[in-house]
Nanobody, 118 residues
Framework: QVHLVESGGGLVQAGGSLRLSCAASGRTDRILAMGWFRQAPGKEREFVARMRWSNGEPYYADAVKGRFSISRERTRYTVNLQMNSLKFEDTAVYYC???????????WGQGTQVTVSS
């Protein structure tokens, strides 16, 4: 099992910035990727960003490209999401996830609320 704990989030005005962090513990060996999804009220969960753990390659959803930046602290199995130029439509619960080689399930954090006021 991989246990994920998120931190950060909160309330910010449009145009502002927030930083989310997610720390993994447990069976962190053979983690393939860590990243973020989000779910707005009444909508399906959607991909935001992820980082391939082997080489640190990032990948972003089109909706956040140029505004969000994902980074990692490799030895601490922590992934961060710097969110700049936030928009009202970025309001959602943000979930950290991890994929691990040999596991047939994706691991999820408990979620953290991000609210952007217009």
């Amino acid at each position: 099992q991989v246990h994920l704990v998120e931190s950060g989030g909160g309330l910010v005005q449009a145009g502002g910035s927030l930083r989310l962090s997610c720390a993994a513990s447990g069976r962190t060996d053979r983690i393939l990727a860590m990243g973020w999804f989000r779910q707005a009220p009444g909508k399906e969960r959607e991909f935001v960003a992820r980082m391939r753990w082997s080489n640190g390659e990032p990948y972003y959803a089109d909706a956040v490209k140029g505004r969000f930046s994902i980074s990692r602290e490799r030895t601490r199995y922590t992934v961060n999401l710097q969110m700049n130029s936030l928009k009202f439509e970025d309001t959602a619960v943000y979930y950290c996830y991890a994929d691990r080689l040999g596991s047939d399930t994706t691991f999820w954090g408990q979620g953290t609320q991000v609210t952007v006021s217009s």
